[in-house]
């Protein structure tokens, strides 16, 4: 492919809108967060707390604002979380058994309850020093938070990133993300306080059987509570991200040729492309090269599985026919259909073979728990997991190569691209059903085949990490498709 011209006169700064009435065609975009004014280094320091159910509110107050006051809300949310740890921590070992060294008449150790004040559980965990103690524990609570931030931003970054520099963007990914410590200071203290509560029941129960257990529905919060809390950060980083966005002048670039990317800015719309020859006025008519996607246009049932199987065989076509400069709420919205109806999936999936392999579980609790929903939201995770690590990947070899000189038209793609999870779905859901109901049947048609037992279980990893592997290999070149249809688009 022939590359633009490097005379650096002939290009429009990106983001400008056109100024040439050939290039008029292309409306302006919408691409923009709503804008925020620069707010005050209190109103940034507030908002992770003030705005804590407005992720996009809170992203743009805190990448608006001063940086200082940023970096202030993040030392502070982290010293309050490290506090809130201890707390529970320590609130937790009130109450403890330990185990007599000199066992019962069946040879059991005895457990031998221990109950203290929390003055004496903090002057057991200080230890020697409370400044030692507390930088321990500012180490220990502040590095995850601060590495899992970064990660997060990394992540983030293709869905954040819009143009010039890379740290910039990076940043503000970065604060994006840290927007959320106001609802991890608010999950931390919750799920503290309700696992040290129940914890100490338990303690109380080992100790001195006399004591009631806690209502099942407790355990059920505490197995449950933790990961709905790194799913409900997760999706809370989601919405704030796109808050996160530069909010600068809106419009797309100067036109260029779809096919070889040559600026068409002094070319008239009768001509061809002097680089490549292709036509100029089918890229620069509205509706001509670019119909766009009905989905967008109505959406509805109907129109989301047309996009969707569009996608899935015909991915290069679905998006040389996308409008890619307009803003990409329907696509987002097109991503969240898929997340639920995957969901609902994983949900039967779930039930179905639980109920194959185990029949009715004990309890109504656990059933609920395990199959309604630690099994959907794990496929869910896990689904989001790969699109987010590979789209990463993908950004940064492009942000590194500059093959896209505006990030926009990818915001969409990597939206729309969640349509090939199904691929996923279909090729682990068939590997796992037929794993749960035939158990390791791949193992036994190698031992059959060899007559030898050494490779036993090798096939089933086989399956799971080459086939996945494949599908990662695939995906990738799938956003080199995407890449090369919405690189040079004009609408
Ligand atoms: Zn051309």
Redesign the pocket.
């Known amino acids: 492919m ?1 590359t633009a011209p490097s005379d650096p006169n002939r290009v429009a700064p990106v983001g400008q809108p056109h100024e040439d009435p050939a290039a008029a065609v292309c409306p302006p975009a919408d691409l923009a967060p709503a804008v925020i004014l620069r707010p005050s280094w209190w109103a940034t320091f507030c908002a992770p707390y003030r705005f804590i159910f407005q992720p996009r509110r809170a992203a743009a107050t805190m990448v608006a604002g001063p940086r200082w006051a940023a970096w202030l809300a993040l030392g502070v949310g982290i010293i309050l979380i490290v506090c809130l740890t201890v707390g529970a921590t320590l609130w937790s070992k009130t109450v403890t058994v330990e185990w007599d060294a000199a066992s019962d008449a069946a040879g059991l150790p005895i457990p031998i309850l221990q109950e203290r004040s929390l003055e004496e559980a903090w002057a057991q965990w200080r230890g020697e020093s409370a400044a030692a103690a507390a930088v321990r524990a500012l180490l220990y609570g502040g590095i995850p938070v601060l590495l899992s931030a970064a990660f997060m931003a990394w992540l983030q970054l293709p869905r954040v990133h819009r143009s010039g520099r890379t740290g910039a963007s990076l940043l503000r990914a970065f604060f994006g993300v840290v927007s959320g410590i106001g609802l991890l200071v608010l999950l931390v203290a919750l799920l503290g306080a309700v696992g040290a509560v129940v914890q100490n029941n338990q303690d109380r129960q080992m100790g001195a059987a006399s004591v009631a257990m806690l209502p099942e529905v407790f355990s059920f919060v505490v197995a449950l509570g933790y990961f709905a809390a790194v799913l409900g950060l997760i999706f809370w980083v989601e919405c704030a991200c796109v808050g996160a966005r530069d909010s600068g002048p809106t419009g797309s670039p100067s036109p260029r ?6 600026d068409l800015t002094h070319v008239p719309a009768s001509g061809r ?6 036509d100029v006025q089918a890229m620069l008519v509205p509706g001509m090269r670019r119909p766009g996607c009905s989905w967008e246009e109505s959406p509805g049932a109907l129109t989301w599985r047309d996009a969707s199987l569009a996608l899935l065989f015909r991915p290069s076509s679905f998006y040389a026919r996308l409008q890619v400069w307009t803003s990409d709420t329907m696509a987002r919205r097109f991503a969240a259909w898929h997340y639920i109806v995957l969901f609902v999936g994983a949900t039967l999936w779930g039930n179905l073979v639980a109920w194959r392999m185990w029949g009715a579980m004990s309890t109504l609790w656990s059933a609920v728990v395990v199959y309604a929903l630690v099994i959907p939201l794990s496929c869910l995770l896990a689904g989001w997991g790969i699109q987010r690590l590979l789209a990463a990947v993908v950004g940064s070899v492009w942000l590194v190569g500059g093959t896209m000189p505006d990030f926009r038209p990818i915001w969409k793609v990597l939206s729309y691209e969640t349509a090939y999870l199904w691929v996923f779905v279909v090729y682990d859901g068939l590997l796992m059903t037929s794993l749960f109901l035939f158990g390791d049947w791949m193992s036994a048609l190698v031992v059959s085949i060899t007559g030898t037992t050494t490779f036993r279980g090798v096939p089933e990893s086989l399956a799971v990490l080459l086939g996945n592997g494949v599908l990662c290999a695939l995906w990738l070149w799938r956003y080199r498709l995407a890449c090369d249809a919405v690189r040079w688009a004009n609408f």
Request: charged share 25%.
């Open positions: 022939a040729c779809e096919r070889c990317g040559y492309c002097p680089e490549c020859g292709t």
